[in-house]
């Protein structure tokens, strides 16, 4: 049986698929080990995408080998955030990733739904900088959710928003764990990025300028 397109919705993460975020994040990370005495790389922030902001700094400080009580985690956690809030402050509509404005696009133009499914808590400052923010039907990001991905919350609570089923929508990711965290919600899966890093998505592509409406609908209609 084919879904009509206005009961099928495309949950999207927001850094490193829609705009990146990445790279900023992962400055204020290292300038915050930095002051600690101990380095951060590259390699080490990739474990952190699609992981919230306490648990980041927990996993930062455990591989600096350095404790802090939880007042002091709070403090260290609000500092980072000052810092990449002012950085984001300053993002413009050249920094959304290739094929995005045109998926978004062609998904309205279809009457396919349209959230956002982030850990970021400051995913409206960041749709709004980057002129991104008239494309959604819902928005569901760090102010809503507890749970870290590769819990499901975050991509539930999206498509309880949009009213439609699990089944019916697809999870767009860049991280092994968001893609787990779609897998566990019981959602097909778009990859964006490189495949031995998105393990179990259904389609991987480079960036949004790769997949199509038409592969949206067939993949939700078990045809891929």
Sequence with gaps: MNIHTDKIGCLFD???????????????WKALANRLGFDFTEAQNEH?????????LEMILDWGGVSKNEEEQLELA???NEEYVEMISKMTAEEVLPGTLQLLEQLK???IKI????????????????NLAHYFDAIVDGNHVTASKPDPEVFLKGAAAIGLEPAHCIVFEDAQAGVQ??????????????????QGANIVVKDLSEISVTQIIDL???KV
């Design 109 to 111: 133009a279809a009457g």
């Design 48 to 56: 952190l995408k699609g992981v919230n902001r306490m648990r980041s």
């Design 115 to 130: 959230a956002l499914g982030s850990a970021s808590k400051n995913s409206g400052l960041i749709l709004e900088r980057t």
């Design 220 to 222: 939700v209609n078990d």
């Design 14 to 28: 927001l850094d490193g698929v829609l705009v990146d975020t990445a790279v900023y994040h992962y400055k204020a």
């Design 181 to 198: 965290a779609a897998i566990n919600g019981g959602m097909k899966v778009v990859g964006v990025g490189q495949q031995n890093n998105l």
């Design 78 to 80: 609000a500092g980072k």
